[in-house]
């Protein structure tokens, strides 16, 4: 009625700006969001993503950062974080940002927190 957009819109559109690769490899366990402003439903908005860095152990102790879409060994050799046979890291973290498209004016800001699926891990 008030043509403002309720809270489900949000998530979707938080979402939206997750890589594929993450939802393919990871589930997600929690999400928070920090409402800034409405928006109404004639409003354009822009969704991004960003993640953040973190470590994990690999199978033979090797270091692994996460950083952007990727995952980089101590060792120099790069990977993708759908290669689960090389780069496991147990967890992700992303923070995101919800903005109008016309003056940059937040609407929100946020942190997901995705882990491993079971059928992802090594044995």
Request: aromatic share 6%; hydrophobic share 35%; with cysteine.
């Amino acid at each position: 009625m008030n043509q403002h957009v309720n809270d489900v819109k949000y998530v979707g559109w938080v979402m939206e700006s997750v890589p594929v690769a993450v939802f393919e490899n990871y589930e997600l366990s929690s999400m928070t969001l920090k409402y800034r402003r409405q928006c109404s439903q004639s409003d354009a908005l822009q969704s991004m993503c960003s993640p953040t860095s973190c470590t994990a152990k690999l199978e033979k102790e090797a270091e692994v950062e996460v950083n952007g879409a990727g995952c980089s060994y101590t060792a120099g050799s790069q990977t993708s974080i759908p290669d689960v046979a090389k780069c496991v890291p147990p967890h992700l973290q992303f923070t995101h940002l919800l903005r109008l498209q016309v003056d940059g004016a937040e609407i929100l800001q946020g942190k997901t927190q995705w882990r491993l699926k079971k059928s992802k891990h090594l044995h």
